[in-house]
């Protein structure tokens, strides 16, 4: 359990100091959970064996195995950018910070898009997790806000028992306009 003013961190990151406003305090940071990384671990995998296959199966006396060759490579270069690259890249540039005032979210690889939640806007938090995600720690986090998007879903948030504990402890301090307790 924490204690009061503990600085708890799923994973090392978020709003830097200077974003934050007077008297705001990170409480969580994380990005979603690593199981979106299975899937580009395995094409990772599946790809460059398939790429050694086929570099191998190329006969050394074919005419135009030099050209055969650079095709597998650039073939398997796409399929690594898009299939491992990209979302390895998607996965580190989506953080989401819970502080004091707000469930602040980011996305985006080249473009960035930024979205606050004020928790003083929060009427409900709720979780969902299905079987593997409870073996796995993860699940997916519903905030019901009172703003023009209403309810949000947010999938494959780590540890979301303690992130929905958390989250909801800073809703209710908000309503009964305590911060961080006082």
Avoid at 40 to 54: D, E, K, R, T, Y
Wanted: proline letters at 4%; charged letters at 20%.
């Amino acid at each position: 359990m924490q204690t009061q003013g503990e600085r708890v961190t799923i994973c090392a990151m978020g709003l830097p100091d200077h974003y934050l406003t007077e008297g705001e305090r990170v409480v969580l940071s994380f990005h979603p959970h690593w199981k979106r990384l299975i899937l580009p671990f395995l094409a990772l995998i599946v790809v460059l064996a398939a790429a050694g296959a086929a570099l191998f199966l190329i006969p050394g006396d074919y005419e135009y195995a030099g050209y055969a060759r650079i095709a597998v490579a650039v073939v398997a270069l796409v399929a690594l950018t898009l299939w491992t690259f990209i979302p390895y890249l998607r996965w580190t540039t989506t953080s989401y910070t819970l502080t004091s005032h707000r469930f602040a979210i980011s996305t985006g690889i080249l473009n960035k898009s930024d979205d606050d939640i004020p928790l003083a806007k929060v009427n409900s938090v709720s979780s969902d997790q299905r079987f593997v995600e409870r073996l796995l720690g993860c699940g997916t986090l519903r905030v019901e806000s009172a703003s023009e998007k209403g309810e949000i879903d947010y999938r494959d948030i780590p540890k979301i028992q303690l992130v929905r504990q958390e989250l909801f402890r800073l809703v209710e301090d908000a309503s009964d306009g305590n911060i961080d307790g006082r």
